[in-house]
DNA sequence: GGTATATTGTGACAATTTTCACAATTTAAA
DNA sequence: TTTAAATTGTGAAAATTGTCACAATATACC
């Protein structure tokens, strides 16, 4: 029903109300959400609408309710528990990385085919791929990001499918084949990068 | 004119076909594409129509004509020069990134204000962020990756367009304010595993 | 050479998404 | 208490994006 660019907006508008929020702000207008974001102010409201927010003619949004609505849209009372594929340069990244802790989000396990990392203390544990049925099933995990290399990315995707995840964030640049039940999202930083280069080589000048 | 989704669509084509022509294919269909990437077989021929790539009718389209377009579309006939600001844990993944040459990117240098990290030997030279107007100018940079802490992104941000920066891949989780000129590509982790983790719980079971 | 078949290329259409514009309503001020 | 000003909420219009369906045409096969 909703569409993935709505999601996305919400999490812009948390973003931006959190930053608004700690610089002392308790209530918005939304054409102050539209010139933080870039969103404009009448799709601000539609989005608000939608979620059930209610504004107060002439006196705007209270930022508390907007956030508690995103994050309860988000199911962020439960903590979502998520697996690792890949201990390289971008794993450990996500590994180390602090914030993931606000959202609710825990990476509970990783496996690495690599047996140096396997003994190596990270944040979490490090196991080999065989692993990977029992710490899916022991932790409830549906969620897995993928951070292996190229060559290996189907392969090590099929079995965390087969393991029972079904929301996936892939770093590695392969379009990957999965049943329709399983949510891909791929994040190509080599894309990402070159449409930079491409649109800032053409804007004016 | 041509629509960011379309930009990107070309550079998922640009993967699948990388992909099939080192299986061995020489020539595609569009339905192969659309398989392939997940895109309609209609859309795909609708972009190569845009991308002034011809078909034969029964014949498919030639791999390599596709893919050389596409690479004249994002000009990777020149060398795209690229600096980093923040060599922590995302930084040092970008740095150590091999990949990025195939696409003729190249991060020419990166800033931190640690010292620790400008005395260390990395794959680039680490430089304080004075040294930014500097660097820039020599290398004829037009394009950043900012990968500091978020409280000191715009800061950051400021200064290296001050320097002539024109694109920015972000990953800081805030929204940057920048002037019309420079585009800015937000790479939001946090956002993207938490949109997986919505769309796999809400999926059917 | 003729016919059947497969595939492109594209105009018309459908769906979705966003903007526009303004009535409804609240608040502040006079 | 009245009036003026500001802002939401939302239907209608516009824009954008993608799909459908099929004519055009190239190829393969008989
Ligand atoms: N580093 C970047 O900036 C960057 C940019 C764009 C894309 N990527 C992609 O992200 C992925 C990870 O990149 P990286 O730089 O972290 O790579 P990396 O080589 O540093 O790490 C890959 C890790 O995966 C492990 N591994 C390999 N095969 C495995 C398997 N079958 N099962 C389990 N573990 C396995 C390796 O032992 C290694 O620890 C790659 O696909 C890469 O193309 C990375
Ligand atoms: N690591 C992840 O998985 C992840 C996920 C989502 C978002 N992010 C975001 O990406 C950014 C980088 O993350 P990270 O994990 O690499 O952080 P990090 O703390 O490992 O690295 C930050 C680096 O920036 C340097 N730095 C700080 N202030 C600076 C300044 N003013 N000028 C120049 N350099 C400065 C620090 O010395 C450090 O080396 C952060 O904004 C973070 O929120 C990271």
Redesign the pocket.
């Known amino acids: 029903m909703e569409?993935?660019?709505?999601t996305k907006?919400l999490l812009t508008y948390r973003l931006s109300l959190s930053h608004l929020k700690e610089v002392g702000l308790t209530d918005?207008?939304?054409?102050?959400i539209a010139g933080e974001t870039g969103?404009?102010?009448?799709?601000v409201?539609?989005d608000?609408?939608q979620l059930k927010?209610?504004?107060?003619?002439?006196?705007?949004?209270e930022i508390d309710v907007i956030l508690d609505a995103i994050n309860n849209y988000f199911g962020d009372n439960t903590i979502n528990r998520v697996v690792l594929a890949g201990m390289g340069n971008i794993g450990r990244a996500i590994v180390n990385y602090k914030n993931f802790e606000n959202r609710r989000i825990k990476i509970v396990a990783a496996f690495d085919l690599d047996p140096a990392k396997q003994r190596k203390k990270y944040d979490v544990p490090v196991y080999p791929m065989e692993k990977c049925p029992d710490i899916v099933d022991k932790y409830r995990v549906n969620v897995a990001v993928i951070a292996v290399p190229a060559f290996s990315a189907q392969t090590v995707c099929d079995r965390l499918i087969q393991c029972g995840i079904r929301g996936i964030m892939n770093f590695a640049p392969v379009n990957l084949k999965v049943p329709d039940h399983v949510y891909i999202s791929n994040v190509r930083l080599c894309d990402e990068l070159q449409q930079v280069i491409y649109h800032s080589t053409k804007t004016n000048q």
Do not use: E, N, P, Q
């Open positions: 569409s993935t660019a709505y907006r918005v207008f939304s054409y102050l969103i404009s102010a009448a799709l409201r539609k608000l609408a927010v209610k504004g107060k003619r002439r006196g705007g949004y």
